[in-house]
């Protein structure tokens, strides 16, 4: 017997056709969503399964438990995107091999992929980082380390967003973090529901709108070729 | 009508339900598969689709044809992989915009998100690059220039390598590289049919394998976290 690790896609029809026919033979079927804004409901995930889906909440993903269900029965845990970006599900991967429990990964689109809907050449992005939800006293701007480390490559930064933290917050607090740590930008590439119905924005940040519908990501760009600066401006 | 840019994922099944649906109401498919080593038969992928698939020839992707057929028809384009990965893709969907012809951009699996089976953590890749096949009298080694960009800030280099190269010869082109530009490097990850039937080897350069099935590409770590190296070393 099998886990299979299977990540959505971007949207509720992106499932691959290996997955589906994987989902129709496993026992159980699990949901992880609360790393990620889902920009659908589980319920249309399900439809194009055809297969009731069970969400699991953070402790129970981290207990395992489904993981030791999969020596006697097929079990899949769906991941949103791709299998394996996030840290998380390479551990459940790890303790698979360590505990000699069958496993496969089928993978699937990634925001660190789709984002190539902007123009910018993938192979020039530099490192991810992302943005956690500011408290009073609890202000890590530690993301504007990698902004700088790619920025002395000339290399994009990919900048993912808390899904606690709304658009206007997100943007003030990156106003105040590139301002503390003296990083230049111009214009800032602010993409929502890439995948979905995808929409991006190539402004100054107090130009960009303050409500898109989630998931959004932003693009810090490094230094533009004049194909992706081209591309940029018809959008 | 549409034209639809879609990616094949990274096995002959690994479409999209989205991408079957589409490609069922298009007028003609086409697949460009001059840039990738596809691992496995066109017939494969046109059992997946159900339907006939016209191979293009790099001339008659970047002649654009097909393009203005869509202003009349739906008409589709496989890529391997994630859509948008290259940028000859980008440039059609440029091309659209500035033409004003309709179109969809159908996102799946990639080996930029694949190579997260090594157990490294996607958010530290740094720059891609890519190694061509040298010539007696050209000997261009510019991707040695990333990898010590990347090494600067500690970033993983995903190493891409020209399909007509093979394995023997892109070490021995890696090590001469490497050595010329005094680059130090210790394991090197190599990816075999990632998505397919994935193997992945750590070792020194000289003791990795000669042969393994296509297609194949290189990473070169750069500051490995504990979790990373775990990972490795129970591959």
Redesign the interface.
């Known amino acids: 017997m099998t886990f299979y690790l299977i ?1 959505t ?3 509720a ?6 997955a ?2 994987i989902i129709r033979k496993c026992k159980q079927v699990y949901l992880e969503n609360y790393t990620v804004d889902f920009p659908f409901e589980k319920k249309r995930l399900e439809r ?1 399964c055809n297969k009731k889906i069970k969400e699991l909440q953070r402790e129970e993903v981290e207990s395992e438990e489904f993981l030791d269900k999969a020596k006697k029965e097929n079990i899949a845990l769906l991941v949103y995107g ?4 996030a ?1 998380t599900h ?2 459940l ?2 303790n698979c ?2 505990k000699k429990i069958p496993h496969q ?6 925001i ?3 984002i ?2 902007t ?1 910018l ?10 943005m956690p939800t500011w408290k009073d006293n609890w202000k890590p701007d530690s993301f504007t380390e990698i902004i700088k ?2 920025q ?4 994009h930064t990919l900048l993912l967003i808390d899904i606690a933290l709304d658009l206007e917050k997100a943007k003030s607090q990156l106003k105040e973090s590139l301002e503390k740590n003296k990083i230049e930008v111009e214009k800032i590439i602010l993409c929502s529901n890439l ?1 979905v119905k ?1 929409r991006i924005y190539y402004d100054n940040l107090e130009n960009l709108p303050l409500r898109i519908p989630k998931p959004y990501c932003m693009i810090i760009p490094g230094k533009l070729h004049f ?1 992706e600066q ?2 940029l401006e ?2």
């Not at 029809?13 to 290996?18: H, P």
């Not at 990964?105 to 990634?110: D, F, K, L, Q, T």
């Not at 002395?152 to 290399?155: E, F, K, P, R, V």
């Open positions: 990540g896609g971007l949207n029809e992106s499932l691959s056709w290996e589906l026919k194009t791709d299998s394996l970006s840290t390479s551990e991967i790890l091999m360590k990964v089928i993978h699937n689109a990634s660190l992929t789709a190539s809907e123009g050449q993938l192979y020039k992005l530099g490192k991810t980082t992302s480390q790619n002395s490559i000339g290399a995948g995808s194909h081209d591309f018809h959008l």
